[in-house]
Structures are given as structure tokens and as C-alpha cells.
Nanobody, 123 residues
Framework: QVQLVESGGGLVQAGGSLRLSCVVSGRTFSRYNMGWFRQAPGKEREFVAGIGWSGTTNYADSVKGRFTISRDNAKNTVYLQMNNLKYEDTAVYYC?????????????????WGQGTQVTVSS
């Protein structure tokens, strides 16, 4: 079973930046495709960004040009650099992975999740 540990969230003003990290264990990370998701209060969990094991990336339209997903296979870690944050980016952010790419955008397709990391953007 995959284990996922997210970190790096916090409180930031609109226009600011944060970098999230997710450490993965229980999988051969270098061959595992990863994604970031988020869940705002009262809303369903939604896809934010994905990265293939080879480095190919894809993004939700709402974050294109502001967020960058990357990975360090030597550290079993996937990152999400978030720039020009907006109030509507406030959410708990989660990572997850899949053996196919693009990773599924439907959160129902994932069996287990980490605890997430809270991102709060003040307006």
C-alpha cells in the first residue's frame, strides 16, 4: 500500500508563493505517475496537476501558468510550486499516484490518501 505524506502548507497573502512537498513510499517511485489534488470547504476534491514518471506534466485550467509540478526521484518526492496565489486556491492539498498517465482526475479512483496540507490564502 502506498504511503503519502504532504507538507509545506501555510498562510500566505494573495499574490504570494508556497511550495508543497509529498514524500511517497511503498511504490517504485521512479515509475509512478503523481498528481496533486485539493479540496476546499464544502467542495469535492479536484485535480490540480499531474506529472508522469518521465516528467511530462498536465494542469487544471485554473492553475495553468501559476503552479508548477515537479519531482525528485532520488528523494521519492513530488513538489507543487504555487505562485501568484489567489483566495480561491485556499484548500487542503493532497498528493496521490497511479500507474497510468495522465493520472485519473476523479478522486474516487484512489483507494487511500494522506493527511493533506492546509493552504490558506488571505485576500
Amino acid at each position: 500500500q502506498v504511503q503519502l505524506v504532504e507538507s509545506g502548507g501555510g498562510l500566505v497573502q494573495a499574490g504570494g508563493s508556497l511550495r508543497l512537498s509529498c514524500v511517497v513510499s511503498g511504490r517504485t517511485f521512479s515509475r509512478y505517475n503523481m498528481g496533486w489534488f485539493r479540496q476546499a470547504p464544502g467542495k469535492e476534491r479536484e485535480f490540480v496537476a499531474g506529472i508522469g514518471w518521465s516528467g511530462t506534466t498536465n494542469y487544471a485550467d485554473s492553475v495553468k501558468g501559476r503552479f508548477t509540478i515537479s519531482r525528485d526521484n532520488a528523494k521519492n518526492t513530488v513538489y507543487l510550486q504555487m505562485n501568484n496565489l489567489k483566495y480561491e486556491d485556499t484548500a487542503v492539498y493532497y498528493c496521490n499516484g497511479a500507474f497510468r498517465y495522465p493520472v485519473p482526475r476523479d478522486f474516487h479512483e484512489y483507494a487511500n490518501w494522506g493527511q493533506g496540507t492546509q493552504v490558506t490564502v488571505s485576500s
